[in-house]
């Protein structure tokens, strides 16, 4: 008898608290333009809370009077309140790469880390603080990377003024948004049986990138790069896995898997020659030329979720002999010559059409 009659008292209630409630997060989506995957959490919480709180209220005294029924929404909703932040904040606090919190909220995020002061740090003491690397024994000024299975939980900064070899054969699991970003060229040349990769120590916490600029010429041959998002760091936005800024370089025969930033690979301001690499599920664009220069040629777009190439903004580029296949046809975006880039590449729809 009691609980029916706390049925019947709690639904007076809950039915015109959670009307309101939805009403209120309509009319805020509405003027506010609040992301679609944020007012879908909160509306979760609210209603996971909500079956608890009622459930629990049934089986306790309830009182009929306006005062209660007042007190009775005011605990409801401070405590959803509470629940939601707690969880927003933990997401937070642990996904330092921001992948979460963007499936969360829909707010894309990328934290930002100075770390301007390591720039120009002497090769000496940079193996000082980081003694997985070595010195190359016939030039003092040059940082190897032997081969091994590293875990790095701190964002790495290469200085300026060296170059750094990574041996094939190297793995490379990155912690939770860290990096690697060299101010001096990067040679990573693995082989067809001993690739480097660049990973996530755990594959659903999302690592940043590894970022170049403002260095000589770089060169990445199979290498394969997998969970890496975006970075944002002395003031540099790195969108790609790969993010070549000011900095010529040559990537050949790798792949660019589940990439979970703006690009798989970012070129800004840089002469590059991308031939015979595979890019396939990234969020955005497979590969994306911001001023950059050079040959792209020989190599797999597949399902890109945006386009397998954009090459706005840019007017010296090779682009033929490429395969583009996504779920709409094969996409691909250019401001000068695109019809002989469509008439010079193969496009076409992926298996997962």
């Excluded at 932040?85 to 930002?112: C, F």
Aim: negative net charge; charged residues 20%.
């Amino acid at each position: 008898m009691l609980d029916s009659l706390n049925s019947r008292l709690n639904l007076k209630v809950a039915v015109p608290t959670t009307l309101s409630v939805f009403l209120i997060l309509a009319a805020v989506s509405w003027v506010w333009k609040i992301p679609k995957p944020l007012l879908v959490f909160v509306g979760v919480t609210f209603c996971v809370w909500s079956f608890v709180f009622w459930g629990f209220r049934r089986r306790t005294v309830s009182s009929t009077s306006p005062a209660s029924a007042r007190l009775q929404v005011f605990q409801l909703l401070l405590i959803w309140v509470l629940i939601t932040v707690l969880l927003l904040g933990g997401v937070y606090y642990i996904d330092r790469a921001g992948w979460l919190w963007h499936q969360l909220t829909g707010y894309n995020v990328t934290l930002a880390e100075d770390l301007s002061d390591l720039v120009d740090m002497p090769v000496a003491d940079f193996i000082d603080e980081h003694p997985i690397f070595v010195i190359d024994s016939r030039d003092a000024t040059k940082l190897i990377l032997p081969k091994g299975d590293y875990e790095l939980q701190e964002t790495i900064v290469v200085p300026k003024g060296s170059s750094l070899t990574i041996e094939p054969g190297t793995f490379l699991r990155f912690g939770v948004g860290r990096s690697l970003i060299s101010y001096s060229p990067i040679i990573a040349r693995g082989t067809e049986s001993e690739p480097i990769v660049f990973t996530a120590k755990r594959k659903w916490l999302k690592w940043g990138v590894v970022g170049v600029t403002n260095a000589g010429q770089s060169v990445f041959e199979h290498v394969r790069f997998e969970h890496g998002r975006q970075a944002l760091i002395n003031d540099v936005d790195f969108f790609g896995s790969l993010s070549l800024i000011e900095t010529d370089a040559e990537i050949r025969n790798s792949q660019f898997i589940n990439s979970f930033g703006k690009d798989g690979v970012y070129v800004r301001q840089s002469r590059v020659l991308i031939q015979g690499n595979i890019f396939r599920d990234t969020y955005k664009d497979g590969l994306d030329l911001d001023g950059g220069t050079g040959q792209i040629s020989h190599n797999q777009f597949i399902d890109c979720d945006d386009e397998g190439i954009d090459l706005d903004e840019n007017s010296d580029v090779q682009v033929f002999n490429n395969e583009i296949l996504d779920s709409k046809g094969g996409r691909i975006s250019a401001e000068r010559d695109l019809d002989k880039i469509m008439s010079s590449n193969k496009f076409g729809y992926s298996g997962s059409n």
